[in-house]
């Protein structure tokens, strides 16, 4: 699970969540993930926005990300596909 700050992401420009929700749909993996925005984190960086994303258990895959969609995007795109390396496909 990914929770993404709703008021850090409520730009368009910023939309960490629907841009991931996307790419992961566009790559197969819809479903395999949720991404859900929530209240606001009380972090507030200046154009990123925050995003936690839960471990798995016995996985050090989990954080807390504060993120810049447009040039970040990928690199925290690819740190979330790590959590799906462990998990089992959704039947």
């Given at each position: 699970?990914?929770?993404?700050?709703?008021?850090?992401?409520?730009?368009k420009?910023?939309?960490?969540r629907?841009?991931?929700?996307?790419?992961l749909?566009?790559d197969?993996?819809?479903?395999?993930?949720r991404?859900l925005?929530?209240?606001?984190?009380?972090?507030?960086?200046?154009?990123?926005?925050?995003a936690?994303?839960?471990?798995l258990?016995?996985?050090?895959g989990?954080?807390?990300?504060?993120?810049?969609?447009?040039?970040?995007?990928?690199?925290?795109?690819?740190?979330?596909?790590?959590l799906?390396?462990?998990?089992?496909s959704?039947?």
């Amino acid at each position: 699970m990914v929770l993404v700050c709703r008021k850090c992401s409520g730009n368009k420009t910023l939309d960490l969540r629907g841009w991931l929700k996307d790419r992961l749909k566009e790559d197969g993996h819809k479903g395999q993930i949720r991404i859900l925005r929530v209240g606001c984190l009380d972090i507030c960086p200046k154009k990123r926005v925050m995003a936690l994303v839960q471990p798995l258990p016995g996985h050090a895959g989990g954080g807390c990300f504060a993120v810049e969609p447009k040039e970040e995007g990928e690199d925290f795109y690819r740190q979330v596909l790590k959590l799906l390396e462990d998990t089992p496909s959704p039947r």
